[in-house]
């Protein structure tokens, strides 16, 4: 991922957002409590998590795991972007910018796959509960955890080996606020068709093979909630999974409408949009649609706060 001798460029000047400095005032401290919300949110779900024994379930399991991506992911774009909002100069080395978009991506498909994961957990759970501790143990989450990292990593890792064969000869100005795929192929002075063939099956796949999961599971979990006769049996199932079903929406959403497209078709200002939503707001959104839909993380939450009140009431 470093620089290359057939490579005049020796580094990106990111556009960003906007070239005012009001604007750019006002986004940065719009972002920067984003960002805070997000860290303290994915942090102290992790946190509530491992100190409360009753959360120790795969439901919840997953459910760390989801905090930690979007602290990851939100990690490797939020505080370069917040430095670009407030600098002059809004320069980024060309082997931190592949560096950038490594991570971003191998973020960004493992929670994909893990979102996955977590419907077919619901599915197990809601279809099959009696066979639900069997079928979800923990060495079968273990497995379904490292299979998801693993998918992630060999995504970013293939679409970054593919983007570090390009040509970068004129232009060094990425239209983004990060380093993205489509705005560092358009700089590229050479044909970049293979390229960008590689990384849309890449994406595809990993989109529509997250979707299909995601999509089956909850056709047979509707399919199921239909079939129970009692109207508070119907919510009851319906809420395990409400809090996910919600999620899943608004981060494929935005993934399919930036992604599963021609790079011709690239839209500055809508895409911009696009990403802003999901790799800044959505993991402050995250921690919030899981606890604030979810009675058991708040118990969680009152259990800790009291047993840590009672412990300094012992000292």
Known sequence: MGRRNNTNVPDFILVGLTDSEEVGLVLFHLFLLIYLVSLLGNAGMILIIR??????TPMYFFLSHLSFLDLSYSSVITPK????LIASTKHISFGG????MYFF?????????????MAYDRHVAICKPLQYPVI?????CRCLITICYMLGFIDSFLTVLGMNTLHFCDSNVVNHFFCDTTPILALSCTDTRDVETIIFILAGSTLL????????????????ILKINS????????????????????FFGTMIFTYLKPSKSYSLGKDQVASVFYTIVIP???????SLRNKEVKNAVLRVLQKTGSTRQLR
Do not use: R, W
């Open 105 to 117: 991506i191998f973020f960004g498909v493992t929670e994909c796959f893990l979102l996955a994961s």
């Open 209 to 224: 093979a997250s979707v299909i999961t995601i999509s089956a599971s909850y056709a047979s979990i509707l399919s199921t």
């Open 81 to 84: 972007t917040l430095e670009n």
């Open 136 to 140: 979800m143990s923990t060495s079968i």
């Open 231 to 250: 109207t508070s049996g119907k919510q009851k199932a319906f809420s395990t999974c409400a809090s996910h079903l919600l999620g899943v929406t608004i």
């Open 284 to 290: 402050m959104l995250n921690p919030l649609i899981y």
């Open 97 to 100: 910018c592949f560096t950038q």
């Open 51 to 56: 100190l409360d024994l009753q959360l120790h």
